[in-house]
C-alpha cells in the first residue's frame, strides 16, 4: 500500500450465527477485512452468503434468533461488539449509518419524509423540529431531489423508487457520519437511475470524506466504486484485496468463477462459464471448504480440511488450499473473449 | 398433510379436542348397540314411563311401559333411566346417544353444503369480476342483511316444522361467509404467476378454478367450515329451544333442552330439581362444540405462520 | 434471409385507471403505444429498456394474455389479433412463455410432472399418462434435473431449478417461439449463466425462436441477434446487436448503455448521466416521450413526435437528429 490511511473499521474473525428450530444457521462464520478512512469497501456475493448479515453485526441490529457469536468489530480502534446499547445508539445514524435496499420497506409509510430525515438531527444533535425540518430540506435538496420544500411534507408513497433512494440516503447523511453502510441500494432500481444514485452517494462521500461499505452482488457497480474488495461464500470472506488485484489476479476460485461467468459489455463472450451447483443449504453445509463442491479445482484435502485465511501479501487474503494452479490458469488468462 | 396431522396431535388443545370428536364418533357409530332403539324409527326417544314430571337418574322403567314394550316385543335392554327423564318419561341417556348422531347430521350436511354453494359463487365471483361480482356480492349482502335468527325462524315457519327444514334454513343464511372469504382469497391468488402460466398453456377458466385457484385457497375456508360445525349444532339448538326444530321426543339435544324448559327452575321448594333434564343434553352440546373448535383453533394456527407450499 | 415469424404493427394496450365509487375511467396507463417490430424464425430479439417502458406488457398482448386495444399481431403468417378465445388457445401450442419469478411461477400445489405435462394435457398430446410422464422425463433430463425428481413439490427446488422447470413448461408444447420474460433476472449470478447457456443450447437443438425481455443490457448483449429499445411505451431504436452497442443512435440508447456498470475497474466510458426520474406512463410528455431527460434536445423534439425511420440498413431509430 502507497499512502498509510487511516484504518476506520477492523473486522476480525466475526462470527454470528442463528439459533433456529431447524438447527444452527452459521450466518456469518469468520469474516475479516479493514475499511480505511476515504475509501469504500465493496463486499460482494449471492443470497444467502451472510453479506447483510455482516452489516448488521456491525451496528448491532439482530434480533433473536440471531447473535454474534465472536471476533471483534473494531471502529476507531474500540470493539463495538463490547459496547453497551446505550453507546451503540449514539454511534448508530451518527457515526455509523447505514441505508437499504427496498426503500418503501425501510422509509415508514405513515411518516412524512421530512419527519424521517428529522428524526436521526433530533434525536442526535437535540435540535428542534423546526430547525430539524430546515435541515431536511437542506438535505433533500443536496441529494437532488426537486422541489425539497414541498416534498419534505410528502409520504413515501408519493415518491419514485429513485427519489425514495435520495431520501434514504439524505437520511443516513443528515449527521455526517463517517461510515455509510449500504446493503444493495440500488438493486431494485432501473439502471439509469442507478447511475444517478452511485454518482450522488460517491460525491457525498468524497465531500465528507467519509468510508462507505457498499454490498451487492454486481460485480461492474464494484468495479467503478469500491478501492477495496470482500469476496463472501456461505458465511466467510474467500478473498480480499483492492479492486486491481481482484479483477485482473483473482486467486480465489469462486472469484475467478463469478467473473467469468457475468455477460458485460466490454467485451464479446464467447461462452459463459459455469459455476456448476447452487448455494449451499446453511443447515447442511459440506465438510471442509464450503465451496468445494462447486470448485473445478478442488482435491480431497479440500473436502476434509477448511482452508485458512492466507496472506498472499500485503493487503490480499485467500482462503483456498489450491492457490498455484489457480495462479495459473490465472496467468494463461481467464477472460474467454473473442 | 402429515406435517399438519402431527401438529394437531403435539398441540395440547387440540388433542383434547381430537379426543373430545373421538369420543362422539365412537357414540355416534355405535349408537345401536349402546341404545337399540324400541320404536320403528331409531330417532324417536322411548319413554321411561308416563310421569309427566321428569324422574331422576336411576329411575327404573315402570311397569306399564315393560307391559307395553312386552306387548310391542320390543326387547328392553336397559331396566334404569342412567340420566333420568325428561318430562313424558323420555329416556335422557338415549337422547344423548342418539342425540350425537343427528348433531353429526347437522353439522357436517349444513356446514357442506353451505361450503358448496359459499365457494361456488365466491369463485365465479372473484374468477370473472365486473358485473358479474357486482351482482353476486350485491346478493350475498342481501342474505348477509337479515339478521339470522331472525331469517332461520321465518323460513322454518314457511316451511314447517322439522330438523330438516331447520337445516335448509341454516344453508340458506350460512353460505355468505365462505362466499366472501373464498372470493378474498382467489382475487388474490389469482393475480399470481402461475395461474397466467396456466393460461398461457392454453388451460381453460373453468380448470383454472379447480385445479390451481381452489386448491390454493381452499385451506382457510375448511378452517372456518370445522369451527362452524359447533356453532351450527349450536344454532339448531337455539332454534329447537324457539320452538322450530325438531318435535317433541326427536334425539336432538337442542330439542332436549328446549323440552326440559319448563323444569329449569325446579319446583317450589326445590331449586334446580330437574337439573339432569337441562344438564345432560347442555353439557353435551357444550363438550360438542368445544371439540370442533379446538381443533378448528389450532388448524388456523396452524395455517398462519406457514408460508405457502410447505405444506 | 430467414422467415419472418413474428409481426407486430402499430400494438396499443393501455389499461384504464378507474377511480371513484362508480369506478369511472379518468385516464389511461399508456404502456404500449403503437409499436410495430418484426421478429424472424430461429433469431433472439432483444427488448430492452427500464420499467414502465411496457417491454413486458408488449411480451404479454403478443400472447394475448393481455388483450390489444388497435394494433395486429401476425403470428406464422396468421392473424391472431381478434380471434375468438378456442382458436387462440389452439395457437397457443406455438407460443409459450417463461416468466421472471421462479417462486409464484410453479403452482406450489402441483407436482412438478403435473405441472410440465399440463399444457400437454390440455392440448390432448400423447394419449395416455404414462407417455406424458416419459416425455415429462425427457424434458426435465434436457433441463438438467435429475427425472427421478418428477414427484417432487416446487418448494423442494431452488430458485435456478425452479426456472429450469418453467423452461421444460415452456418445451412440452414444442413451440415456435418463447417468450422470456426477465427469465434470469430474479436468480443469482452464479446461476444465471447456467441459465442462459441452456436457453441458447435449447434454441440451437430445437431451433427456437426468442423475444428475450430484459433490462439488462449486459445479459442483451450476449444472447441477443437483433435488440429493440423500448421507451415509455415506443420503440426508440431497433437494430443488429453489434450495430447497436457500436454505434447506438438514440440519445437513450446511449444514457443507456453508459449507466451500465462494466465489471472492469479500467474500463473508460462516456458518463452520460440522465437528470431525473422516469415521467408517468399515465401522462407521457408530449412530442418525443424522452425529449425533458434529452441531453441533445432540441426545439421540435416538445412539438412533434418523431417517427421511427431506418436510418442505415437495419437499423431504425425515433429521434428528430436523423431528420434529413
Keep these: ?338 | 398433510m402429515n406435517r399438519i396431522l402431527k401438529k394437531l396431535f403435539s398441540n395440547a388443545t387440540s388433542l383434547i379436542g381430537i379426543i373430545l370428536l373421538f369420543f362422539f364418533i365412537i357414540i355416534a357409530i355405535f349408537a345401536p348397540a349402546i341404545t337399540p332403539p324400541l320404536s320403528d324409527d331409531p330417532y324417536q326417544i322411548p319413554r321411561m314411563s308416563w310421569d309427566i314430571n321428569p324422574q331422576p337418574p336411576g329411575s327404573p322403567m315402570s311397569d306399564d311401559m315393560k307391559e307395553i314394550y312386552e306387548f310391542l316385543e320390543k326387547e328392553v335392554k336397559w331396566e334404569k333411566a342412567i340420566c333420568g327423564t325428561a318430562e313424558g318419561g323420555y329416556d335422557i341417556f338415549y337422547g344423548l346417544i342418539w342425540g350425537t348422531r343427528t348433531a353429526f347430521k347437522i353439522g357436517l350436511i349444513t356446514v357442506l353444503l353451505s361450503m358448496l354453494i359459499g365457494v361456488i359463487l365466491g369463485s365465479i365471483s372473484a374468477y370473472f369480476g365486473g358485473w358479474i361480482d357486482e351482482i353476486l356480492m350485491r346478493i350475498t349482502d342481501i342474505f348477509l342483511s337479515f339478521p339470522f335468527l331472525v331469517a332461520a325462524m321465518v323460513l322454518t315457519t314457511v316451511l314447517g316444522r322439522g330438523l330438516d327444514k331447520v337445516m335448509i334454513a341454516l344453508i340458506s343464511f350460512g353460505w355468505m361467509g365462505y362466499a366472501r372469504l373464498i372470493r378474498g382469497s382467489i382475487l388474490s391468488a389469482k393475480e399470481e404467476t402461475y395461474v397466467m402460466a396456466a393460461k398461457a398453456l392454453g388451460v381453460n377458466d373453468t380448470k383454472i378454478i379447480w385445479k390451481h385457484l381452489l386448491p390454493n385457497t381452499i385451506f382457510p375456508v375448511m378452517v372456518q367450515a370445522t369451527m362452524n360445525i359447533g356453532s351450527m349444532v349450536v344454532t339448531a339448538a337455539a332454534l329447537s329451544f324457539l320452538g322450530v326444530g325438531a318435535p317433541v321426543g326427536y334425539a336432538d339435544w337442542g330439542q332436549m333442552v328446549s323440552f326440559a324448559r319448563n323444569w329449569i327452575i325446579g319446583s317450589s321448594g326445590h331449586a334446580g330439581q330437574y337439573w339432569y333434564a337441562v344438564f345432560y343434553p347442555g353439557i353435551f352440546i357444550v363438550l360438542f362444540v368445544l371439540s370442533w373448535n379446538l381443533i378448528g383453533d389450532t388448524l388456523r394456527d396452524i395455517l398462519d405462520p406457514r408460508l405457502r407450499g410447505e405444506l | 434471409m430467414a422467415d419472418l415469424l413474428l409481426q407486430v404493427k402499430n400494438l396499443v394496450k393501455y389499461f384504464p385507471i378507474k377511480k371513484g365509487v362508480f369506478r369511472k375511467t379518468v385516464g389511461w396507463i399508456k404502456a404500449v403505444d403503437d409499436i410495430s417490430f418484426e421478429v424472424y424464425e430461429g433469431e433472439t430479439l432483444g427488448l430492452v429498456g427500464e420499467s414502465g417502458c411496457g417491454k413486458t406488457t408488449t411480451a404479454l398482448t403478443i400472447l394475448r394474455l393481455e388483450e390489444p386495444n388497435k394494433g395486429q399481431i401476425i403470428f406464422d403468417g396468421k392473424d391472431i389479433t381478434r380471434i375468438k378465445r378456442s382458436d387462440m388457445q389452439k395457437e397457443r401450442k406455438h407460443m409459450q412463455i417463461i416468466f421472471q419469478d421462479p417462486y409464484s411461477s410453479l403452482d406450489p400445489r402441483m407436482r412438478i410432472k403435473d405441472i410440465i405435462a399440463e399444457g400437454m394435457l390440455t392440448h390432448n398430446i400423447l394419449k395416455n399418462t404414462q407417455e406424458r410422464y416419459e416425455k415429462v422425463g425427457e424434458l426435465l433430463k434436457k433441463v438438467g434435473i435429475p427425472a427421478e425428481y418428477m414427484d417432487r413439490f416446487p418448494h423442494e427446488f431452488s430458485g435456478g431449478q425452479r426456472q429450469r422447470i418453467g423452461i421444460a413448461r415452456a418445451l412440452a408444447l414444442e413451440p415456435k417461439i418463447i417468450m422470456c420474460d426477465e427469465a434470469v433476472s430474479a436468480l443469482d449470478v452464479s446461476i444465471r449463466s447456467q441459465i442462459i447457456n441452456l436457453l441458447k443450447d435449447l434454441q440451437e437443438e430445437y431451433n427456437l425462436t426468442y423475444l428475450f425481455v430484459a433490462h439488462d443490457l449486459s445479459v442483451i448483449k450476449y444472447i441477443s441477434d437483433r435488440v429493440v429499445v423500448m421507451y415509455l411505451g415506443k420503440i426508440v431504436e431497433i437494430a443488429d446487436k453489434k450495430e447497436f452497442f457500436n454505434e447506438p443512435f438514440h440519445p437513450y440508447a446511449q444514457a443507456l448503455i453508459s449507466a451500465v456498470p462494466v465489471p472492469n475497474p479500467d474500463y473508460k466510458k462516456e458518463r452520460i448521466l440522465l437528470q431525473g426520474d422516469v415521467p408517468s406512463p399515465a401522462n407521457p410528455p408530449k412530442g418525443c416521450r424522452f425529449h425533458p431527460r434529452c441531453f441533445k434536445v432540441m426545439k421540435i423534439c416538445s412539438k412533434i413526435e418523431p417517427k421511427l425511420k431506418e436510418i442505415k440498413a437495419g437499423h431504425f431509430c425515433a429521434c428528430h437528429l436523423y431528420d434529413k
Excluded at chain 1, 448455494?279 to 470448485?295: A, D, Q
Design chain 1, 1 to 338: 500500500m502507497k499512502n498509510k490511511k487511516k484504518l476506520l473499521l477492523e473486522i476480525k474473525d466475526l462470527k454470528t450465527h442463528f439459533f433456529t428450530e431447524e438447527g444452527v444457521v452459521k450466518a456469518v462464520d469468520g469474516v475479516d477485512f479493514e475499511v480505511y478512512q476515504g475509501e469504500t469497501l465493496g463486499i460482494v456475493g449471492e443470497s444467502g452468503c451472510g453479506k447483510s448479515v455482516t452489516a448488521f453485526s456491525i451496528l448491532r441490529l439482530l434480533d433473536y434468533p440471531g447473535k454474534t457469536v465472536g471476533g471483534e468489530v473494531n471502529f476507531k480502534g474500540e470493539n463495538l461488539l463490547k459496547k453497551t446499547e446505550d453507546e451503540m445508539r449514539k454511534i448508530r445514524g451518527k457515526e455509523i449509518a447505514m441505508i437499504f435496499q427496498e426503500p418503501m420497506t425501510a422509509l415508514n409509510p405513515v411518516f412524512t419524509v421530512g419527519f424521517q430525515v428529522s428524526e436521526a438531527l433530533m434525536m442526535h444533535f437535540k435540535m428542534s423540529k423546526e430547525e430539524a425540518k430546515k435541515k431536511s430540506v437542506e438535505l433533500l435538496k443536496k441529494v437532488g431531489i426537486p422541489i425539497p420544500e414541498q416534498r419534505v411534507n410528502e409520504y413515501p408513497h408519493q415518491l419514485s423508487g429513485g427519489m425514495r433512494q435520495r431520501a434514504m440516503i439524505a437520511m443516513a447523511m443528515s449527521c455526517d457520519p463517517i461510515l455509510l453502510i449500504a446493503d444493495e441500494p440500488t438493486t431494485a432500481l432501473d439502471v439509469t437511475i442507478q447511475a444517478q444514485i452511485l454518482d450522488l452517494m460517491m460525491n457525498l462521500l468524497k465531500e465528507f470524506n467519509g468510508s462507505l461499505i457498499m454490498i451487492t452482488h454486481d460485480l461492474g457497480v464494484i468495479a467503478e466504486i469500491a478501492d477495496r474488495i470482500a469476496i463472501m461464500y456461505a458465511g466467510k470472506v474467500v478473498e480480499y484485496a483492492d479492486k486491481k488485484t481482484i479483477f485482473h489476479h483473482p486467486l480465489h476460485p469462486y472469484t475467478l468463477g463469478l467473473l467469468t461467468s457475468i455477460p458485460r459489455l466490454d467485451m464479446e463472450m464467447k461462452r459463459l462459464n459455469v459455476i456448476p451447483g447452487m448455494v449451499p443449504n446453511p443447515l447442511h453445509f459440506p465438510s471442509g471448504c464450503k465451496f468445494n463442491p462447486r470448485c473445478r479445482f478442488t482435491t480431497d484435502r479440500c473436502k476434509k480440511e477448511e482452508p485458512p485465511l492466507i496472506k498472499i501479501e500485503e493487503g490480499h487474503l485467500v482462503k483456498c488450499w489450491n492457490l498455484d494452479k489457480v495462479e495459473k490458469e490465472v496467468k494463461k488468462g481467464f477472460l474467454v473473449g473473442v
